[in-house]
């Protein structure tokens, strides 16, 4: 009986085309414009939120003595519930 053995190289090579193949045929296709996901809430933040959970972050921020001011407190605030939002 003859066995057929291919070498190491052999069977790496082999599997790596495979895989290219297998990753350019993903990556040719167009995304439709079915499969993109809308967000379902709302962008806009309401200016009482943003402030809310600003004056939290200032008042942790005082607490622990970190470096800051209002405008990154705001901004951090603007992140957080961004970030909330996108989670639901």
């Known amino acids: 009986m003859k066995q057929?053995?291919?070498?190491?190289?052999?069977?790496?090579a082999g599997a790596t085309s495979r895989l290219s193949k297998k990753v350019s045929a993903r990556t040719k296709k167009p995304l439709s414009e079915k499969k993109i996901k809308k967000p379902a809430v709302s962008m806009e933040l309401s200016h009482d939120s943003i402030a809310?959970?600003?004056?939290y972050i200032s008042e942790r921020r005082r607490e622990l003595c970190w470096y800051g001011d209002e405008q990154t407190d705001?901004?951090?605030?603007?992140k957080q519930l961004l970030a909330e939002a996108f989670e639901k």
């Open 52 to 55: 809310l959970r600003a004056y």
């Open 4 to 12: 057929n053995k291919k070498s190491l190289s052999q069977k790496i």
């Open 74 to 78: 705001w901004i951090e605030a603007e």
